[in-house]
């Protein structure tokens, strides 16, 4: 089976605007979760979409939201983008037969 | 509050000394625990869990809840160990969407 896949896998944007960023996950997997990795903070669960609707959520504002799409990839928005926001973003994907995450190779965003 | 406490940033050891990567949590319900790894110019990947109780290139970890920890070990490390090391909680019996990280330490196994 094909892994996770993210894209892009890099992106540069400058404060204030907005930014959307995909997740494929593993054929068969409906969920997938969103994390933000920085050296400060670590990692840090944004939130889980299953079968098209948010079940989980972080401490994250809302300039940070999500959907997932019937063929369960999903996407994360980041709306007026701040420098704080710069992180590698991962995404993870669960099956029904494990419940394992398997992750995402990430986004690195750059916000200057 | 649910929370994942790893003490040490850095563990470097020498090729053949044992490991102990530490790892300490706080969570009010029944937590399940797992150690991820990452290799370098990889992704994040999951070593192993407290369910499964096996051991995992030669690591394990036990679940103490009376000290809340599920340190993880190795008689004898190897340089094809150094890695970063993530210990995360999720909630047992629910759905493990969401897992809560520690911040990592990194096992660098010097020759």
């Known amino acids: 089976k094909a892994g996770v896949t993210q894209t892009p896998r890099y992106l540069i944007k400058t404060r204030g605007q907005q930014v959307t960023l995909s997740c494929s996950p593993i054929s068969g997997h409906r969920s997938v979760s969103w994390y933000q990795q920085t050296p400060g903070q670590g990692l840090q669960f944004l939130f889980e979409?299953?079968?098209?609707?948010?079940?989980n959520k972080g401490n994250f504002p809302g300039r940070f939201s999500g959907r997932q799409f019937s063929n369960s990839r999903s996407e994360m928005n980041v709306s007026t983008l701040e420098l704080g926001d710069s992180a590698l973003y991962l995404c993870a994907t669960t099956g029904q037969a494990t419940d394992t995450q398997y992750f995402g190779p990430g986004t690195r965003l750059t916000v200057l | 509050a649910q929370r994942v406490t790893q003490p040490e940033k850095l563990l470097s050891v020498f090729k053949g000394a044992p490991v102990e990567l530490k790892c300490n949590y706080s969570y009010s319900g029944s937590p399940e625990l797992f150690w991820y790894v990452q290799y370098s110019r990889q992704r994040l990947q999951l070593l192993l869990r407290h369910i499964s109780r096996e051991s995992i290139k030669g690591f394990t970890a036990d679940l103490n809840k009376g000290e809340t920890s599920f340190h993880l070990k190795k008689p004898f490390a190897q340089e094809e160990d150094s890695a970063m090391y993530y210990c995360?909680?999720?909630?047992?019996?629910?759905?493990?969407?969401?897992?809560?990280f520690g911040q990592g330490t990194t096992l660098q196994v010097k020759p």
């Open positions: 995360a909680l999720s909630q047992v019996g629910g759905n493990t969407g969401k897992l809560i």
């Open positions: 979409y299953f079968s098209e609707t948010q079940r």
